[in-house]
């Protein structure tokens, strides 16, 4: 039998922009530090466990270094294996020819070649095969060059790929392949990398391909528990059990608050205090970012959006205030989304304030619209842009700005958000006397 942990996608010191954490009063070092902790919880894990080695999918790195302290820490977590093995890929974020500085890392630490698949005897009886990255940019099957083995023993695959072609869960087409590459290789497992969502490609009666996920969220598009998986494997190469383990230090969530049933505003922040709390107790101690979004129709609509029209937004701060008050420095509340209606949709006021609903209705948010405006070849130049972001946060957060949905939403808040602000200030109504 054979132990091991299969990891991927650490991007170790990847920076988190945008961390405004004053209101909870939480130091934002806490989770730009989390993917250094989420490692040394990685390692900790197979000391623990005194695994026969431990393998990585790629993207151990989000990029070049800024400075060798990256590397430094990286090579430190690595010494703490003592013994026990390491063997890893590069991909897409550490291809070969995006990382210039280089440190000597432990004679244990085994990177397979960027140049053709390799094979690697890990352990007596087991050997691994995989291929990095040399280029950022892989668009080639790389699954289709790796040699079927012959002899005995177990054969584990390693690589970094999007599989089936297309992006997918936002990550871009790197390395495509198919299920069947892999399974026609006669394996006995696949540890995957590149998707940062933990997934079985293949399990119960056939060859285990794996997607262990991200070691540690880094916004809100990579939220729930990260870690890695433990792989029990007999003799044979049978799997006889698979065990996740959060290993994230920082944990992003959303939160969906529903408001139909609430007569008055006050009882929506004891219920937000409860739905903290319970949160709080499941991320096991964890600091936690949050987006809570508030839908439903009710009553209190419209004090909700008066309170967040106001330019230091009154609602964010009495939920991070409902935060603050039963999980002190635990929980970020990263973003306050609005999606809920009144129970009688008032009309609009004034002829301009029509004129632009019925635009949003008839036009804006149909779907020809939106698909030709972010069709155009100049937005398309705009959002080309992001891949010449250094940072893999930035190019992220870059590509949420020409989401559709994302969109549909903000216009569809206009018209109610401007009524309101209006309105609280008079404006409409002097201008109707």
Same mark, same amino acid.
């Given at each position: 039998?054979?132990?091991?942990?299969?990891?991927a996608?650490?991007?170790?010191?990847?920076?988190?922009?945008?961390?405004?954490?004053?209101?909870a009063?939480?130091d934002?070092?806490?989770?730009?530090l989390?993917?250094?902790?989420?490692?040394k919880n990685?390692v900790?894990?197979?000391?623990?466990?005194?695994?026969?080695?431990?393998?990585l999918?790629?993207?151990?790195?989000?990029?070049?270094?800024? $400075?060798?302290?990256?590397?430094?820490?990286?090579?430190?977590?690595?010494a703490?294996?003592?013994?026990? !093995?390491v063997?890893?890929?590069?991909?897409?974020?550490?291809?070969?020819?995006?990382?210039?500085r280089t440190?000597?890392?432990?004679?244990?630490?085994?990177?397979?070649?960027?140049e053709?698949?390799?094979?690697?005897?890990?352990?007596?009886?087991v050997?691994i095969?995989?291929?990095g990255f040399?280029?950022?940019?892989?668009?080639?099957?790389?699954?289709r060059?790796?040699?079927? %083995?012959?002899?005995?023993?177990?054969?584990i695959g390693l690589?970094?790929?999007?599989?089936a072609?297309?992006?997918?869960?936002?990550?871009?087409?790197?390395?495509?392949?198919?299920?069947?590459?892999?399974?026609?290789?006669?394996?006995?497992?696949w540890g995957?990398?590149h998707i940062?969502?933990q997934?079985w490609?293949?399990?119960q009666g056939?060859?285990?391909?794996?997607?262990?996920?991200?070691?540690?969220?880094?916004?809100i598009r990579?939220?729930?528990?990260k870690?890695?998986?433990?792989?029990e494997?007999? $003799?044979?190469?049978?799997?006889?059990?698979?065990?996740?383990?959060?290993l994230?230090?920082?944990?992003?969530?959303?939160l969906?608050?529903e408001?139909?049933?609430?007569?008055?505003?006050?009882?929506?922040? !004891?219920?937000?205090?409860?739905?903290?709390r319970?949160?709080?107790?499941?991320?096991?101690g964890?600091?936690?970012?949050?987006?809570?979004?508030?839908?439903?129709?009710?009553?209190?609509?419209?004090?909700?959006?008066?309170m967040r029209?106001?330019?230091? $937004?009154?609602?964010?701060?009495?939920?991070?205030?409902?935060?603050?008050m039963?999980?002190?420095? %635990?929980?970020?509340?990263?973003?306050?989304q609005v999606?809920?209606?009144?129970p009688v949709?008032?009309?609009?006021?004034?002829?301009?304030?029509?004129?632009?609903?019925?635009?949003i209705q008839?036009?804006?948010?149909?779907?020809?619209?939106?698909?030709?405006?972010?069709d155009?070849?100049?937005?398309?130049?705009l959002?080309?842009?992001?891949?010449y972001f250094?940072?893999a946060?930035?190019?992220e957060?870059?590509?949420?700005l020409f989401?559709?949905?994302?969109?549909?939403?903000?216009?569809?808040?206009?018209?109610?958000?401007?009524?309101?602000?209006?309105?609280?200030n008079?404006y409409?109504?002097?201008r109707?006397?």
């Amino acid at each position: 039998m054979i132990r091991f942990i299969h990891a991927a996608d650490i991007h170790l010191d990847s920076l988190m922009r945008g961390l405004d954490t004053k209101l909870a009063d939480i130091d934002p070092s806490v989770f730009r530090l989390s993917t250094r902790k989420a490692l040394k919880n990685l390692v900790d894990w197979a000391v623990w466990e005194n695994v026969d080695f431990v393998t990585l999918g790629g993207d151990n790195y989000d990029g070049d270094w800024r $400075d060798h302290q990256t590397g430094l820490y990286f090579v430190q977590q690595m010494a703490r294996l003592g013994e026990i !093995p390491v063997v890893s890929i590069t991909g897409n974020h550490d291809a070969q020819s995006k990382i210039t500085r280089t440190l000597r890392l432990p004679p244990t630490f085994h990177r397979l070649s960027e140049e053709s698949p390799e094979i690697y005897q890990v352990i007596p009886g087991v050997r691994i095969v995989g291929q990095g990255f040399k280029n950022q940019s892989e668009t080639r099957n790389l699954a289709r060059g790796y040699p079927e %083995l012959d002899g005995g023993g177990i054969k584990i695959g390693l690589l970094h790929t999007s599989l089936a072609g297309g992006k997918r869960d936002g990550h871009d087409d790197y390395a495509p392949c198919s299920l069947d590459d892999l399974r026609f290789k006669h394996y006995q497992f696949w540890g995957l990398g590149h998707i940062h969502k933990q997934s079985w490609e293949a399990l119960q009666g056939e060859v285990p391909i794996l997607f262990p996920g991200n070691l540690q969220g880094r916004h809100i598009r990579e939220t729930g528990p990260k870690g890695a998986y433990l792989i029990e494997l007999d $003799d044979d190469g049978k799997l006889i059990s698979e065990e996740f383990k959060a290993l994230d230090e920082t944990r992003w969530e959303e939160l969906l608050v529903e408001i139909g049933a609430f007569q008055s505003i006050d009882e929506l922040w !004891p219920y937000c205090e409860q739905r903290f709390r319970e949160m709080a107790e499941q991320a096991g101690g964890r600091v936690l970012a949050v987006r809570l979004r508030i839908d439903g129709v009710s009553r209190i609509h419209k004090e909700i959006l008066k309170m967040r029209s106001g330019a230091e $937004d009154a609602l964010l701060a009495e939920i991070q205030n409902a935060a603050n008050m039963v999980t002190p420095g %635990l929980i970020w509340v990263e973003h306050v989304q609005v999606s809920s209606h009144s129970p009688v949709q008032i009309g609009p006021t004034t002829q301009a304030m029509r004129t632009l609903c019925e635009f949003i209705q008839t036009k804006a948010k149909a779907d020809n619209w939106l698909d030709e405006f972010l069709d155009m070849k100049e937005l398309k130049q705009l959002r080309n842009q992001a891949s010449y972001f250094r940072e893999a946060d930035q190019a992220e957060m870059m590509g949420l700005l020409f989401d559709k949905k994302e969109i549909e939403m903000i216009l569809a808040e206009i018209p109610e958000l401007l009524e309101v602000r209006l309105n609280t200030n008079g404006y409409l109504k002097s201008r109707e006397s």
